[in-house]
């Protein structure tokens, strides 16, 4: 057996190992008084209560609500939203997603909030990437989760 087809078989043996010995971080809401948190498996608090509500973690996000506004955080508990708006999905990604230039899914989720001007109270809808960039939709469509991705994406 040639050197590169041992180094070859060795890496990749390498790379399922430490693939099985690598678990993603399950966290879970759980309350204190009156406030949540996340706790890990081992029932540590991963991410601090400060939250007057949390929704489980989808796509590594998570809706809470601090205060009165809704906002959006990741694994770290740091705020990638922040918390001005009055609704959202309880799970990120459960809606939507749109394609990237490769045609993987990338799932979206939308917050909403009531913009207040002297004529009427409207409801403002934003969409938000898993890092809580807001997506500007001008020319790019945003799918359902039933949608198929099309075989050519005119979007990009």
């Given at each position: 057996?040639?050197?590169?087809?041992?180094?070859?078989?060795?890496?990749?043996?390498?790379?399922?190992?430490?693939?099985?010995?690598?678990r993603a971080q399950i966290l879970t809401p759980k309350q204190q008084g009156?406030?949540?948190?996340?706790?890990?498996?081992?029932?540590?608090?991963?991410?601090?209560?400060?939250?007057?509500?949390?929704?489980?973690?989808?796509?590594?996000?998570?809706?809470?609500?601090?205060?009165?506004?809704?906002?959006?955080?990741?694994?770290?508990?740091?705020?990638?939203?922040?918390?001005?708006?009055?609704?959202?999905?309880?799970?990120?990604?459960?809606?939507?997603?749109?394609?990237?230039?490769?045609?993987?899914?990338?799932?979206?989720?939308?917050?909403?909030?009531e913009l207040q001007n002297s004529a009427s109270a409207q409801l403002g809808?934003?969409?938000?990437?898993?890092?809580?960039?807001?997506?500007?939709?001008?020319?790019?469509?945003?799918?359902?989760?039933?949608?198929?991705?099309?075989?050519?994406?005119?979007?990009?």
């Amino acid at each position: 057996m040639d050197i590169a087809k041992t180094r070859w078989m060795m890496l990749v043996a390498f790379i399922l190992l430490n693939s099985l010995s690598i678990r993603a971080q399950i966290l879970t809401p759980k309350q204190q008084g009156e406030l949540w948190g996340y706790v890990d498996e081992s029932g540590n608090f991963v991410i601090q209560p400060a939250f007057k509500q949390v929704c489980e973690f989808s796509h590594g996000v998570a809706a809470v609500i601090k205060g009165e506004s809704i906002g959006l955080i990741d694994t770290q508990g740091n705020m990638i939203q922040r918390a001005v708006y009055s609704q959202c999905p309880l799970l990120f990604g459960e809606s939507a997603f749109q394609p990237n230039y490769r045609g993987e899914r990338k799932y979206i989720g939308w917050l909403a909030h009531e913009l207040q001007n002297s004529a009427s109270a409207q409801l403002g809808v934003v969409w938000v990437d898993n890092k809580g960039k807001i997506i500007i939709t001008q020319a790019k469509r945003i799918y359902t989760l039933d949608d198929r991705i099309p075989d050519v994406l005119w979007d990009y």
